[in-house]
């Protein structure tokens, strides 16, 4: 009904990206609704942070277009783009100096003008988020000087301050803690329960299965599957991309597929 | 703390700052080999400024003072307190922006540009004034901006301009400059002391034509690469990221590259190579302060002017005068050690 007329908030269209002779992605198309939380999975060099940084326009697709609740992100400013997506990225190693209350309340930036300094609102919005990931007690610590687990989370909340629609986060649970990969994900999946998109690249399959909506596979640049994780996460597909043998667990886990790999 | 907890006390201290800054102008007024009382120099100052003239009513000094005074020490005082402030100030901006604690203001080739320019004019003769800027200034500042356009253009790929790029292309387009310099000298041996006294820098013979115009080049530039303190912050902690946290990097980057540029190019023509300012300074606050730029940026340009006010005081208080240019890093070098010893905190 109406198709024609629903502007997704993310919609992939036929993007190519390719890095000299390597095609990263080829002719990707996709979807993305409200209230979702999408996890993109694969092997490494499979196209998951190009996709990403696409998505982001970190990248440029040499073909294809990225389009925001109906925008195309090439014609959008930095600063309109800001308003509607936050993206945290994978590298989060940072030589300066500043303190962690200083990073998360960069996540205001898009709402500030030229000479206007974070009011107490702002500050509230980032206490908010630093409580949220875990990080509260690091308010006066400098980035560089915390725990690689730690900017992580710092990351994320300045992520969460800047109270986007579109949430996009590049491994956010690389390198925490088990405790922190769940606070984390619960963190993420809230946040799309509020009516808002979360996209994540993500390793660990069982994670992805237990707590995304949405799984999207790929493989040399292209998808493979995409889906509720029941049918993404089959023995026949992880089989073919990972190149594993597997078993899968059904009915545990809120009845999602539980993954136990092992060696042929 | 975060900057806003502080903001301020960073307020209350850029006011002193700035307060310091005008009261070494006066200071350094008074030094010299005529002997001037500090009240003396302020009058014959303050008599200049409007509004402020009329206040100070019936006084008038020695008219010998006061030519010593107005056109032998200060266009010399303002115009190193100027450079000091635009080249730390450029220094800041672009060790933040490339991400690089060894970026200095001549870093994209500017000063070996300008010292180019400036030997050929040298070499040609062409030392005489022309309107009170001189020929050797305007060859040296047009060589530095034609230095830094073919840098740009070297180092561009499209609409995008690579850090890394620009780094490597200065430095060898400036390694070629100083190779042409250098066959310069050998072709003119006459001509090589005079070079190579230009190179060092120095405001010993700056006109008072050159310093009205460095004034508003400078203080200009300054504010405008002050604006960027926020999103050059954001640039620092991962440039991937800055964009969806609303800041243009491409057009942020040209446009203080511009500024940087133009800048450092009007610094350098009039003084010749002053180093280690654009690069101490900078590194000192951010020792002291944090590496925020809203703090950095401000701070180094006051502090610029600070240091080279003091340095070009001391310049010219033995009789065979050294020049500013040798001066800064011989002071500055074990100065800067001997805080990065008690300090060892990563800095960018």
Known sequence: MGQQSVSYPINVKNINVSFGSINALKNISLCMEKGRFYGILGPNGSGKTTLLKSIAKNLKPQRGAVFINGADIGKMKAKELSKELAYMYQNTDTQCDYSVTDVVLMGRNPYLRRFQTEGSMDREIAMKAMKATNIWQLKDRRINEISGGERQRAFIARALVQDTDIVLLDEPVSHLDLQHQIEVLDIARKMARKQRTVVAVLHDLNLASTYCDCLILLKEGAVIAQGEPEKVLTEEIIEEVYGIKLYIVRGVNNNRPYIIPFKK | ?348
């Open chain 2, 1 to 348: 703390m975060s900057f806003i907890d502080k903001k301020k006390k960073y307020r209350l201290l850029f006011i002193a700052g700035l307060l310091l800054l005008l009261f070494l102008i006066v200071i350094s007024a008074t030094i010299g080999a005529a002997h001037i009382s500090l009240m003396d120099a302020f009058r014959i100052m303050a008599k200049k400024l409007p509004f402020v003239g009329s206040l100070l009513g019936e006084w008038s000094a020695s008219e010998t003072h006061e030519l010593i005074v107005l056109n032998v020490r200060l266009p010399r005082i303002l115009a190193a307190a100027v450079i000091g402030i635009g080249l730390s100030v450029v220094g800041a901006a672009y060790q933040s922006m490339f991400v690089n604690p060894m970026a200095d203001p001549y870093v994209l080739g500017v000063s070996s540009g300008a010292a180019l320019g400036a030997s050929i004019a040298i070499v040609l003769g062409a030392e005489r004034l022309a309107g009170g800027f001189g020929l050797v200034t305007a060859a040296a500042f047009i060589f530095a901006l034609l230095t830094v356009f073919i840098v740009f253009s070297i180092a561009r790929t499209g609409a995008r301009i690579s850090s890394t790029h620009l780094l490597l292309a200065g430095v060898a387009v400036s390694f070629f400059a100083t190779s042409l310099i250098s066959v310069l000298m050998v072709l003119n041996r006459d001509r090589i002391t005079k070079i190579t006294y230009w190179m060092m820098g120095s405001v010993a013979y700056i006109t008072w034509k050159q310093v009205l115009i460095l004034i508003p080049v400078i203080i200009l530039g300054t504010v405008v690469i002050c604006f960027f303190a926020r999103d050059l912050n954001i640039i620092v902690t991962g440039e991937e990221g800055a964009k969806s946290l609303g800041v243009e990097v491409e057009a942020v980057k040209k446009v203080l590259l511009v500024v940087c540029s133009i800048v450092v190019a009007a610094c350098v023509s009039v003084s010749g190579v002053i180093g280690f300012v654009g690069l101490i300074i900078p590194h000192t606050i951010r020792l002291i302060a944090g590496s925020d730029n809203r703090v950095v940026l401000p701070f180094s340009a006051v502090g610029g002017g600070i240091f080279l006010i003091i340095c070009d005081t001391i310049a010219r208080m033995p009789t065979s005068e050294i020049p500013v240019g040798v001066l800064t890093s011989m002071f500055g070098a074990p100065y800067f050690i001997s805080i990065l010893l008690r300090n060892k905190r990563k800095v960018v």
